[in-house]
């Protein structure tokens, strides 16, 4: 439903689920899609170095293009997915500002931000303590940059008057 409804694929019900298949973080295939998900909850788009010729940075974005559509048999000697449909998708926090126009492929990417994803998770998650606790995890994630710092400098303050209170 997830993925109907907020990548717009229509997934079989009996999908796969490769994680960290040649480094892509969540890997969705059925017998129609192939589905690259990149998390960047901690980190930046990776694997950069700035090619010349096109003026733009390569990455792992256009390493994952590559490896799903066929263009790069170093990993998928087979071609295994070239008769489906890609998809490419990244999860981002909010406070993550991704600028996918100045990488190779990156306009083959859409960004869906933690704060969509967490609506989803608190729609399912009822009574289930494993949703229950990933939508608490998301929380930070679905603030914008100047939220997160606040929270960051609260913590920080907190443990300081904590701290201060013992003797070295």
């Known amino acids: 439903d997830f993925a109907k409804k ?3 694929v229509c997934l079989a019900e009996n999908f ?4 960290e298949k040649w480094n892509i973080d969540i890997l969705l295939v059925d017998d ?3 589905v ?5 909850v901690l980190s930046h788009i990776n694997g950069l170095w700035f090619n010349r010729v096109s003026g733009h940075e390569e990455s792992q974005l256009k390493k994952y293009y590559d490896i799903v559509t066929g263009k790069e048999d170093r990993f998928n000697p087979d071609n295994e997915y070239k008769e489906l449909t890609p998809h ?3 999860f981002a926090p909010d406070h993550n500002n991704i600028d996918l126009a100045k990488y190779l492929r990156g306009e083959s990417y859409k960004i869906k931000k933690y704060s969509t994803i967490k609506v989803w998770v608190d729609t ?7 949703a ?20 960051m400098k609260q913590r920080f303050m907190h443990e300081c ?3 201060s209170k013992r003797t070295i």
Do not use: W
């Open 124 to 130: 399912i998650a009822g009574n289930d303590d494993f």
């Open 36 to 40: 690259v998900i990149e998390n960047k």
């Open 88 to 90: 490419f998708f990244i």
């Open 6 to 8: 907020e990548l717009g």
């Open 16 to 19: 796969e689920i490769f994680r």
């Open 32 to 34: 129609r899609n192939v």
């Open 161 to 163: 008057k904590r701290n």
């Open 132 to 151: 229950q606790q990933l939508s608490e995890a998301m929380v930070p994630h679905t603030q914008t940059t100047f939220d997160f710092y606040t929270d």
